[in-house]
């Protein structure tokens, strides 16, 4: 029988150890409902990606910096995703060297499914804990978030 509170032992887990086990239990949930609904194969940062497109297209360039990774480390998550079918190359109305990355219908409704799991989780979570703690742990993510030293938290605003 599973303790009602995560310990080893009588020690309760450290902080960090225990978002972290949360975070993955959420994001097995999200990967198998993603698959339920035919994004099988969604790669771990395809949904920053799709955050920072959705507004609208980028560059390369730029794609690298919200994910704070170098640009050839951006060209093979990017070249992943245009090959599952997520991103589209499109032409710079400006400047013919470079090509604008945009999101294909299909990594629109890739987005839309995770959007639902997230709403459906949050949910769940308030059904369990009541609506007060479930707005609780929202605001004490959200803090932590905010209390990130620059630089830490990308895509922030995405």
Known sequence: MAPDHPHEGDVPIDFGVLLNLAFGSFKAGLHAELARAGFDDVGPSFGYVFRLLASRPHNLSEVAGALAITAPGALKIVNDMVDKGYVERQAHAVDARQKLLALTPRARRAMKA??????????????????????????????????????????RAV
């Open 114 to 155: 995770a959007r639902q799991f997230h709403a459906q989780f949050e949910a769940a979570l308030a059904r369990q804990l009541g609506a007060g703690d479930a707005r609780a742990a929202r605001r004490a993510l959200e803090a932590i978030v905010a209390a990130a030293p620059a630089g830490a938290v990308h895509l």
